[in-house]
């Protein structure tokens, strides 16, 4: 079956980089996805990567994927305090068309 | 475009009682997903959507749950009769297929069961 799993939470300093980990187990996932949710809000999409891709920046994220090993990062450059958050990967199994499936979501503290 | 609106942002209810929650999806997707958020099991995926008929409800836990679409711009989730451990947060999202603009999801119904 379809699993995604995260670490429950990363602390960082402000002003360092934060790399949050995920792993998937559909090999057929075509689009990777990073949302991002604060407090009493909605999940906000981030950015996401297409399967066939290694590597995809866009200013401060980075998204890394290795297909080979199922695992995706999101590394936030100079981490602020705006970016705490719950940080949730997730892949679109069956192509997309059955759904998102998410993980459980990074909690993401930034320490002054 | 106002987004995926969702109504109420809160309810707060009786055991017992019946709960409807309403979605608006952005105009234009035809794929509308419903989903739950606990802490305990993180986003499930209850319900959705193609062109306004349900493709998937093997999410929906039990037969007390509901939804319907009788339409492109509106969809809805019913619980009735409702439980405390049906207490969770209710997102619903819209799509215009898969790909690169992934869901976009509302803010949601923050329901509480007492």
């Known amino acids: 079956g379809e699993d995604v799993e995260q670490s429950l939470f990363l602390s960082v300093r402000e002003g360092d980089s934060s790399v949050i980990n995920c792993t998937y187990t559909d090999s057929s996932s075509t689009y990777l996805y990073w949302y991002k949710q604060e407090p009493g809000a909605g999940l906000q999409l981030l950015t996401y990567?297409?399967?066939?891709?290694d590597m995809k920046q866009d200013q401060r994220l980075t998204v890394l994927l290795n297909k080979k090993d199922k695992h995706l990062s999101l590394r936030i450059a100079d981490t602020q305090t705006g970016d705490s958050a719950i940080y949730f990967c997730?892949?679109?199994?069956?192509?997309?068309?059955?759904?998102?499936?998410f993980g459980k979501g990074t909690h993401l503290i930034i320490q002054p | 475009d106002a987004g995926v609106i969702q109504s109420p942002r809160h309810e707060v209810t009786e055991m017992g009682q019946e709960v409807t929650l309403r979605c608006k999806p952005i105009?234009?997707?035809?794929?509308l997903f419903w989903y739950r958020q606990t802490m305990m099991r993180g986003l499930e995926l209850l319900i959705y959507?193609?062109?306004?008929?349900?493709?998937?409800d093997s999410g929906m836990p039990e037969d007390r749950f509901s939804a319907k679409m009788p339409n492109a711009s509106f969809s809805t989730l019913k619980i009735q009769p409702s439980e405390p451990r049906d207490s969770a947060v209710y997102f619903c999202?819209?799509?215009?297929?898969?790909?690169?603009?992934?869901?976009?999801f509302g803010s949601g119904t923050r329901l509480t069961v007492v």
């Open positions: 997730a892949e679109d199994s069956g192509g997309g068309a059955d759904g998102l499936t």
């Open positions: 959507f193609n062109n306004n008929v349900p493709i998937d």
């Open positions: 999202a819209s799509s215009s297929g898969p790909g690169i603009y992934g869901y976009t």
């Open positions: 105009s234009g997707h035809n794929s």
């Open positions: 990567i297409f399967s066939n891709m």
